[in-house]
């Protein structure tokens, strides 16, 4: 029955939403950007072609030109935060692939009812609900804490779970009212890159930040024994609530 449901549900992949975001804001500064070249490859070229030669100024002009671009392609942006975003879902979106292949059902990228927010990935199975967030950090981003607070680099740890706790609270809401009993789900937060304990998950306000890698084995440890064909009833409420994100204009 597992698979029939999950051939009749709605696809979407992970990170979607992500990558359509990241490609409209980088095309949206596009023209501007290339704008801003020219005029450094212009004022290169005639400062270093009046002081050498001509040949000398379109040099300039060319190592100009590809230091903007060397640049622009290392600095932060809205547009390289969504990037990064979408990579992270899709590099969760493998890590679950196991947990697929036991039996659950991952859906990706799903729009919340009356909200512009997304969940990541839901994840239905013999271990329950979870609403799980991807988080691509810095290779060298560390978890320390200082202030009685837990940080992950410069940004505190509990406004990283804040929203993945307000879209698993919601989606718990709406399971509830689709089934007409009590359903909880689990918020995670899934980190790539970052230097988070091996061996140990962080919990804040009761939320499990860990690495991506160990989210497979922490999901299936939590198992109950739950029927197949619950899981497939729990699938397919939460496709009919929360179906595949489309970002609004």
Same mark, same amino acid.
């Given at each position: &029955?597992?698979?029939?449901?999950? &051939? ?40 270093? *072609? ?34 990064? *975003? ?29 909200? =512009? ?7 239905? *199975? ?13 290779? =060298? ?68 930040? &860990? ?9 299936? *440890? ?28």
């Amino acid at each position: &029955m597992t698979e029939e449901v999950v &051939m009749a549900l709605p696809k979407s992949s992970a990170g979607t939403s992500a990558k359509r975001r990241y490609r409209s804001l980088r095309a949206a500064g596009r023209a501007r950007r290339w704008l801003t070249r020219l005029a450094i490859a212009v004022v290169a070229a005639v400062a270093v *072609g009046w002081l050498w030669t001509e040949w000398a100024g379109l040099i300039a002009a060319g190592l100009a030109v590809l230091g903007d671009l060397v640049r622009h392609r290392r600095a932060h942006s809205p547009a390289a935060a969504w990037r990064k *975003g979408a990579a992270g879902e899709r590099a969760t979106a493998r890590r679950l692939r196991a947990l697929e292949l036991a039996g659950y059902i991952v859906l990706h990228d799903r729009a919340l009812p009356h909200s =512009r927010a997304n969940v990541d990935h839901l994840v239905i *199975g013999p271990a329950g609900v979870f609403v799980i967030d991807s988080k691509k950090w810095h290779r =060298r981003t560390t978890i320390r804490a200082a202030a009685g607070t837990l940080w992950a680099g410069k940004i505190p740890l509990e406004h990283v779970v804040r929203p993945v706790i307000a879209e698993a609270r919601q989606v718990s809401r709406e399971l509830t009212r689709a089934l007409g009993r009590p359903i909880d789900a689990v918020p995670v937060v899934a980190v790539h890159g970052a230097r988070l304990p091996r061996w140990r998950v962080i919990t804040v306000r009761g939320v499990p930040v &860990m690495r991506a890698s160990r989210l497979r084995r922490w999901i299936a *440890g939590r198992a109950r024994g739950g029927r197949q064909d619950e899981t497939a009833v729990l699938a397919a409420a939460a496709s009919n609530a929360f179906p595949p994100y489309v970002e609004s204009d």
